[in-house]
Nanobody, 116 residues
Framework: QVQVVESGGGLVQPGGSLRVSCAAS????????MAWYRQAPGKQRELVAS???????NYADSVKGRFTISGDGAKNMIYLHMNNLKPEDTAVYYC??????????WGQGTQVTVSS
């Protein structure tokens, strides 16, 4: 059974930076296309960024140029580096498989709040 734990969220001012992390058991990130998602209050969960086993990355237009997804195969971790954060980036951030048919149970997520 796959379990993930997201961490690293917090309160940051607009224009600031933050890195969120995802640790997993029961799945090897380096063998799967993984993704970060986020869900803002009152909105549907959306895909933010994905990374393939070949380290090809893809980003939502709203975060392109500001966010970077990366992975550490040895530690079985994936990260989302977020720069130039905006209030509209406020959301709970989750990691999961990028392919819908291979998704596993969602973790608790990590709250990112961008506010002055």
């Amino acid at each position: 059974q796959v379990q993930v734990v997201e961490s690293g969220g917090g309160l940051v001012q607009p224009g600031g930076s933050l890195r969120v992390s995802c640790a997993a058991s029961g799945i090897r990130f380096g063998l799967n296309t993984m993704a970060w998602y986020r869900q803002a209050p009152g909105k549907q969960r959306e895909l933010v960024a994905s990374i393939t086993p070949q380290l090809r990355t893809n980003y939502a237009d709203s975060v392109k140029g500001r966010f970077t997804i990366s992975g550490d195969g040895a530690k079985n971790m994936i990260y989302l580096h977020m720069n130039n954060l905006k209030p509209e980036d406020t959301a709970v951030y989750y990691c999961n498989h990028a392919i819908a048919s291979k998704m596993f149970n969602w973790g608790q997520g990590t709250q990112v709040t961008v506010s002055s």
